[in-house]
């Protein structure tokens, strides 16, 4: 086991504080709103504070490395500990989730969405947070559970509650595909633990997942097939690949706005890190049998994904199936089980997460101001709020994966790693899955283009033809509750009093956002030189193709 130990406490510090900042709150009266808020960005700001200590104290020279790793007993009577630790796999997406939350958090302090109740929406978003950050510093296969299965019931609640007028079926359909998928996945473990338990000396056997990467591989191919098969459908749901996708474009649409971006930017991604970091490694053999029915479902869900969004009539619903297809590039890239591939969907990873967080966080601010997501009903946005216009102009070319924006960097080699994957895999069948990935490229470019042009171009509706002359308004309005959901209000209601551009706390929610999806996009290296060493030790057991 190749790790580090230092700092052991503050994997464990940044994860574990916005419980401090909850049980602060539990305490404190439902109507002290402000109070509230406050305590929950700073708990925010703390965490992430903490997670640039992390950055700072970080060995980028050791990135192939566990670093600030811990391993202390937990449950002795199941041989499993709590094992934590982190590398350059897993470090850009733990504080992409310490990022996210914080801005979330600054949105949040004049977006509480209808029913209100600040207490409780802030509280659930700090809850997600330990869980997320929780799944990504996890090297137990046990304790990876708990923290995978943490985020779920916050982001029922948030969609069930503060979520719009089909939130109730969205986030049941939510609940019961994740539950159904982690149910299948945690059978995957415990045969992947007494299967082990029997090629090993007895009590040696633990749910270490750097001990079963070691030891995984002596088991047979049969018996890997069957045991990845669980947790093939356990991450997969969570992705979402194709055919298991159908709860996301729901989940999405009937969200909130900070819990699409919290959906977006992290959740999907814990089912591609559960390959990355789990399934493939540990069962190397069985990865290889999976990965051309893994390589084919991610074409078609690329595919999909676009025909979807160019079905779509709903800006919100257009921007979930787009996730749809661009998680495809990044389930491709990891089928092809070579060091291109891992790192093309790693920094995938991160700037679908920025990128489409970006794009939920516009939608929602258009929904608050047009009280619809319509497109048909939409139009004008440059001339009504040229601003927001322009950020929505910006994020769909860096979606579509324009050079020079992160998107390009999570797409492009991806595609490339196709044309040569791993000794032992069909190349032939892989450049198939290379030039249908190419043509969803250009599908992307269509409904992107399609998606801002009816938005953005032309005048506005006569619904809401008055809001142009009052689009430099754009200050902050105060504390208000943001309408939820996809339905339409009445449409002769005149709306064009609530239209402005944007506000002081979307530009700082916003413009971390839009500065990294240039820095990583212009510098690709940044992340890449991070990321590789630790691809690298991870993909040991394949041939590099």
């Known amino acids: 086991m190749d790790v580090l130990r230092t700092n052991n406490a503050l994997l464990t510090i940044g994860t574990f504080l916005p419980l401090a900042g909850v049980l602060v709150m539990m305490f404190i009266p439902k109507g002290k709103e402000l109070l509230h808020k406050q305590i929950a960005l700073f708990t925010a700001v703390a965490t992430l504070a903490v997670g640039v200590v992390t950055l700072m104290r970080f060995n980028y020279g050791s990135a192939g490395k566990l670093q600030f790793f811990a391993d202390t007993s937990w449950i002795k009577v199941i041989h499993s500990n709590y094992t934590i630790g982190l590398d350059g796999i897993s470090l850009p997406l733990y504080i992409l989730s310490m990022v996210v939350t914080v801005l979330v958090m600054v949105y949040s302090w004049d977006h509480i969405p209808s029913p209100g109740n600040p207490k409780a929406f802030l509280i659930l978003m700090l809850v997600l947070q330990v869980g997320m950050a929780g799944t990504f510093i996890a090297q137990d296969l046990i304790l990876f559970f708990v923290f995978f299965e943490l985020v779920l019931l916050p ?31 945690l059978v995957a473990f415990l045969a992947l633990y007494f299967q082990v338990s029997g090629k090993v000396p007895a009590g040696e056997a633990s749910f270490s997942i750097p001990y079963l990467a070691e030891h995984g591989g002596m088991l047979g191919k049969t018996v890997q097939i069957w045991i990845f098969a669980g947790m093939f459908i356990g991450f997969a749901v969570k992705v979402p690949m194709f055919p298991f996708h159908t709860w996301l474009p ?30 493939i490694p540990i069962l190397p053999t069985a990865a290889k049998a999976w990965a051309p029915w ?74 608050d101001r047009y009280h619809t997501l319509e497109i048909k009903r939409l139009g004008g946005m440059l001339i009504s709020m040229p601003k927001m216009g322009w950020i929505l102009g910006f994020c769909a070319m860096a979606s579509l994966g ?38 969803g490229t250009v599908l992307a470019a269509g409904y992107l283009l399609w998606l801002f042009q009816r938005v953005a171009f032309g005048v506005p509706k006569p619904e809401f033809a008055g809001a142009a002359a009052g689009h430099n308004d754009a200050h902050g309005h105060g504390d208000h509750v943001a309408d939820h959901g996809s339905g339409d209000a009445g449409h002769d209601d005149d709306h064009s009093g609530d239209i402005h551009d944007v506000t002081f706390f979307e530009w700082v929610a916003w413009t971390p956002f839009l500065l990294a999806i240039v820095v990583f996009g212009v510098y690709p290296q940044l992340m890449f030189k991070i990321i590789d060493p630790a691809v690298q030790v991870t993909l040991k057991a394949f041939g590099k193709g």
């Open 155 to 185: 982001m029922y609640f948030m969609i069930g509650v503060w979520g719009g007028e089909q939130r109730q079926y969205a986030s049941l359909k939510f609940f019961l595909y994740t539950m159904f998928g982690s149910a299948l996945m």
């Open 250 to 279: 729901d989940a999405h649409t009937q969200a909130p706005t900070q819990g699409s971006v919290i959906l977006a930017a992290i959740l999907l991604k814990l089912g591609t890190y559960g390959f990355v970091r789990i399934a």
């Open 294 to 367: 893994i390589g084919g479902l991610a074409v078609i869900g690329i595919i999909y994904g676009a025909l979807g969004c160019l079905a779509q009539t709903d800006m919100k619903r257009l921007i979930a199936f787009s996730s749809v297809a661009h998680m495809g590039f990044v389930m491709l890239g990891i089928s092809t089980l070579t060091p291109l591939g891992f790192n093309a969907a790693i920094f995938g990873m991160v700037a679908h997460g920025l990128i489409t967080g970006m794009l939920f966080f516009v939608a929602g601010s258009v929904k």
């Open 402 to 439: 324009l050079p020079g924006l992160a998107g390009f960097w999570g797409e492009f080699p991806a595609i490339v790693s196709s044309y040569s994957p791993a000794d032992g895999l069909n190349h032939n069948v892989f450049r198939v899955f290379m030039v249908v990935a190419a043509i």
